[in-house]
């Protein structure tokens, strides 16, 4: 097809959007629905791994080391934790530093360990897992290193968090999939009445000659200028949303929820261009496949 | 294409509708290049099947159907289009989009054909003045009497040059005088070339102008003469 014909095509579908305005605007609300709808859920999904992440970073496993291990058997442990890629941070504490540490701890009381004979306090290595769910992998794989002694994990701890991790993935996917099921039916039925109002004008365009890409185009065009434009809106929407519960959780009074490391939700600013695509892109790629669903019915003529 | 000097070849055409009726049975037809022909007969004699098995929105139960030199019960897909765009329909109830204007009802036909807008531009003017429509290019169709929404729908019908116009009903919706004008313009049109085959049940209008004639009768041709006219008198 000539490139003036495409471009009259693509200007027929643009000058339709406000010739059926009230469909147009019906299809418009429906789309900035959905699509707010899947953004606050992505966006809430996201700061929620981030905060299962910072939760899960205070997990530390400490590894006592055996009285009397040589400097070698140390070596050693050290040199197999670094080698296990499910754990970072590896730290080693000398009985001495253990010892002062908890001194500072029992303020007057500290000077009676002064008195004791010898240093009661076991060398340590301290370790984080990245993975919480092969914990007890990692926690056995230490056990057996020539030299250890003991090794303290918080099972339980990670046992909880991967079962709140694990169930709040289950819903948010159950709620996107449902999310966008039911945008594409709500979509495609809207734009279907759109079409079935033109359905005189479809048909007379395929008496006299028209292929079904012909008829398509424009209404493609304007499905997808009307989802383009719902995600404009949307990512406005969901900017003005976050940016409010953003603000409500860096509040200074909001310690509690620091603590549980909601002071590391991602600003807005950093995400933007990637919701602004991603919203731009799913309101075109629906308003299309409404249009494609809807049309195909009266092209049978 | 170009293996048929026939516009219209029908042979042992049979078409019956799912709820069982025989709307066309055992029609053998056959419409040179260039002519005029009228196709006449009572409501419910088949006329309506028969231009619709001609623009190829239905197929024969049995039977060949040969337009404009395509073999109308093989023809599929996007084949169907380029067929359709090789002709011209007028409808009875115009089928015009009323949103557009003139121009762009005619221009429209001529973007389907992936025309130049440069020929666009030469070719519906020249079309509106065929039919007299040329200071009307920018009203909006509904504006139009019937009259004048005819035209336009021959208008449109004749933008793409076709070798065949089918007409269906034409003066249906029109008074005497102007349904007169209207075949003595469909007429003008098929000296210049076109073979021009207008579907009509007005008998007074068809004695009037003569010519060949198909007269349907029960979903079958009863006779296939030519007249002569009142008009050639006169």
């Known amino acids: 097809m000539r490139t003036s014909n495409v471009s009259y095509l693509v200007k027929k579908g643009i000058t339709s959007v406000w010739k059926n305005f009230v469909m147009s605007f019906a299809s418009f609300c429906i789309l900035l629905v959905s699509l707010l709808q899947v953004s606050v859920t992505v966006l809430f999904m996201l700061n929620v791994n981030i905060i299962m992440n910072n939760i899960e970073n205070t997990n530390e496993i400490t590894i006592y080391v055996k009285d009397g291990a040589t400097q070698e058997q140390k070596d050693h442990i050290q040199d197999v934790l670094e080698k296990d890629e499910n754990l970072t941070d590896i730290a080693y504490k000398s009985s001495e530093e253990a010892l002062e540490e908890f001194k500072a701890t029992l303020d007057d009381v500290a000077v009676l360990f002064d008195y004791l004979p010898k240093n009661p306090m076991p060398e340590t290595f301290l370790v984080r897992v990245k993975d919480l769910t092969k914990i007890s992998y990692s926690v056995a794989a230490i056990s057996s290193i020539d030299g250890v002694d003991q090794v303290k994990a918080p099972y339980e701890f990670a046992a909880a968090l991967v079962n709140i991790r694990d169930t709040f993935s289950i819903i948010i996917i159950a709620m996107l999939v449902t999310l966008i099921a039911v945008s594409i039916v709500v979509v495609s039925n809207t734009i279907r009445t759109s079409v079935f109002a033109r359905r005189e004008e479809i048909s007379i365009m395929k008496y006299v000659g028209a292929t079904n890409g012909f008829i398509k185009l424009p209404f493609f065009v304007e499905g997808m200028f009307i989802g383009v434009l719902a995600g404009c809106a949307s990512f406005g929407l969901a900017w003005f949303i976050y940016n409010s519960v953003f603000s409500l959780f860096s509040a200074e009074n909001f310690s509690l929820w620091q603590m549980f490391g909601f002071f590391n939700l991602i600003p807005f600013n950093k995400i933007m261009w990637v919701v602004l695509a991603a919203n731009c892109a799913a309101g075109a790629l629906l308003g299309a496949a409404g249009t494609v669903i809807s049309t195909g019915k009266y092209l049978k003529v | ?234």
């Open chain 2, 1 to 234: 294409m170009g293996e048929y000097k026939e516009m219209v070849e029908m042979k042992n055409v049979n078409v019956r509708y799912s709820s069982g009726v025989d709307a066309l049975v055992d029609v053998n037809l056959r419409i040179n290049d260039g002519e005029f022909v009228f196709i006449v007969g009572e409501n419910g004699a088949g006329k309506s099947t028969l231009m619709k098995l001609m623009m190829r929105e239905i197929v024969p139960s049995s039977g060949r159907v040969f337009v404009n030199g395509y073999n109308l019960s093989r023809l599929k897909g996007n084949k169907i289009a380029k067929f359709r765009r090789s002709i011209g329909v007028v409808f009875q109830e115009f089928r015009l989009i009323q949103d557009y204007t003139v121009y762009e009802n005619v221009s429209f036909v001529l973007r389907i054909a992936d025309q130049s807008g440069k020929y666009i531009r030469q070719r519906v003017p020249y079309v509106l003045n065929l039919v007299e429509l040329n200071t009307k290019a920018k009203s909006r169709t509904r504006e139009l009497s019937g009259g004048e929404q005819q035209r336009v729908a021959i208008a449109r019908a004749l933008a793409n040059d076709p070798g065949l116009l089918i007409v269906d009903e034409p003066t249906g919706n029109l008074d005497p005088r102007h349904s007169l004008e209207l075949v003595g313009l469909l007429k003008e049109i098929n000296r210049c070339g076109t073979t021009v085959i207008m579907i009509t049940h007005e008998h007074e209008l068809v004695q009037y102008f003569g010519g060949r004639i198909i007269n349907f009768d029960k979903g079958s041709i009863t006779f296939d003469r030519v007249i002569g006219g009142s008009d050639e008198d006169e």
